[in-house]
């Protein structure tokens, strides 16, 4: 086979830098195996590592700083027939350590090739999850606080099937990288070498040096593959043929028609237990029965029961391309937590919008049109001020009909929740009295 290596872009690396040679071996790799550009992806991240995959004619994918294996197990889930290889420093290790040992654990086809050069070489020279205690690097002494990892019997307890160590000048290096890509599981070679540009600097290292490092770590187990442990992107594959399909997601009729042609923007203001998100989704569900488009983007905090709540709201008959609310049409305020939250927005609130509010919660000054209502007058508690407030919306026929209502609650709810649900609405709509409509 041809060389995979991109003509147009050499590699371009310090003098003496060991990931050149890596690159070539790399590439008489491909060669051996008689792989293609278009059968390979290369998947890096951040530093001199994360330059590999534009010296290649293969598939790449550039992500962030110790993520690439996450992104690398996507592209293997997704498409089996690739050969995957990841690129990673020993900056990257160290930062992205638990995605190592996840994809350890899961023993996906993929081959991650760790360019160890014992520092951050790109940034500094900073000390790495491998620099020896005993090397004088850019971060001062935080080296010889730290034991260096050792990847390879990291990877071999957390469960990967192939687990190499070598060198940059290892005459063997290109055997031992066939190997670990031909490997049917997740595959970890552990390659030392020099980083002039940073490390020799304050370190004298030479081919020699690593050799005698490696000579000194502990023996690895033979490679072999794991019958008991299958591939990870097969065995999923194989599980999941086994369970039924999933059933079509649910289609809502279009059965009613809008109130008015024009857009509608709605911001549900509350605290957390009032129920916003729901009110949120009954109002989407009620656009939907009515042919609209409809968006919800909800604001809260991560605290239970304490807190604002908040839920945007777009209805409109066109393609809701942003859902950011720029013109409200509507605005509900049920709790002070909620009003401090886009206590801006109501300010800046157009005159031909509606504020309605909870009586006792204070709203600030605004061109919209205000209006108070007392929901406890009414013997509504709080938790279900939020869909008493869209009974008063659809009362007025603004931004939704007690069709629409009745249909979103219709969809959304069964049984008693529904009829509770009802007995609210119906507190609204017919205040002096008669049963809701079941």
């Keep these: 086979m041809p060389s995979l290596l991109n003509p147009d872009r050499p590699p371009v690396f310090c003098p003496g830098c060991s990931h050149e040679r890596i690159v070539k071996a790399l590439d008489r790799t491909f060669q051996a195996m008689g792989l293609s550009g278009d059968g390979v992806v ?16 293969t598939h790449a994918f ?5 993520r690439a294996l996450t992104y690398a197990t996507g592209i293997k889930m997704v498409r089996p027939d690739l050969h995957v290889v990841v690129t990673m420093g020993d900056g990257g290790l160290g930062i992205g350590g638990a995605h190592v040992l996840s994809t350890c654990r899961r023993n996906i086809d993929l081959t991650l090739l760790v360019l160890n050069n014992f520092n951050y070489g790109m940034t500094g020279g900073q000390c790495s999850a491998t620099t020896p ?3 004088q690097v850019g971060s001062g002494f935080l080296n010889r606080l730290e034991q260096p990892l050792d990847v390879c019997r990291l990877a071999e307890v957390a469960g990967a099937g192939f687990v190499a160590r070598a060198s940059t000048y ?3 290096l290109v055997g031992i990288m066939e190997r670990a890509v031909a490997h049917p599981g997740f595959s970890v070679v552990d390659i030392h070498g020099i980083c002039p540009g940073r ?8 081919p020699a040096d690593i050799e005698a490092g490696l000579r000194r770590l502990p023996p690895l187990t033979e490679a072999a593959p794991d ?9 999923y594959r194989e599980e ?8 079509p997601p649910a289609r809502i009729k279009a059965r009613l028609s809008p109130v008015g042609e024009a857009r509608q923007e709605i911001v549900l203001l509350g605290s957390a237990g009032q129920r916003i998100v729901t009110a949120g989704e009954l109002l989407c569900l009620a656009g ?4 609209l488009n409809a968006t919800q983007k909800n604001d809260y905090p991560i605290t239970v029961m304490r807190g604002h709540s908040v839920s945007e709201l777009i209805l409109s008959a066109e393609p809701v391309g942003y859902t950011g609310i720029r013109k409200p049409t509507a605005v509900v305020a049920l709790a002070p937590e909620g009003v401090a939250r886009k206590r801006g927005l109501l300010a800046d609130l157009p005159e031909d919008a509606l504020l309605l509010h909870a009586a006792g919660v204070e709203v600030p000054e605004t061109r919209g049109s205000v209006r108070s209502v007392d929901f406890r007058a009414m013997g509504i508690k709080s938790p279900d001020w939020a869909l008493a407030s869209l009974a008063v919306l659809a009362r007025e026929n603004r931004v939704l009909s007690p069709e629409m209502l009745q249909a979103a609650l219709e969809l959304r709810f069964r049984g008693t929740v529904r009829e509770a649900a009802l007995s609210v609405v119906h507190k609204v709509l017919d205040p002096e009295g008669g049963k809701p409509t079941p």
């Excluded at 290369?42 to 004619?57: A, M, Q």
């Excluded at 490390?199 to 004298?204: F, V």
């Design 42 to 57: 290369l998947v890096s991240d951040i530093g001199c590592s994360g330059l590999f995959d534009t010296f290649f004619h």
């Design 62 to 66: 550039h992500g962030l700083h110790g």
């Design 133 to 135: 205690r005993e090397a």
């Design 170 to 172: 290892d005459k063997e």
């Design 199 to 206: 490390y020799t600097r304050r370190n004298r290292i030479g």
């Design 227 to 235: 019958e008991r442990k299958t591939e990870y992107a097969t065995a």
């Design 240 to 247: 999941a043929a086994r369970l039924a399909p999933p059933p």
């Design 288 to 291: 939907a029965a009515a042919g």
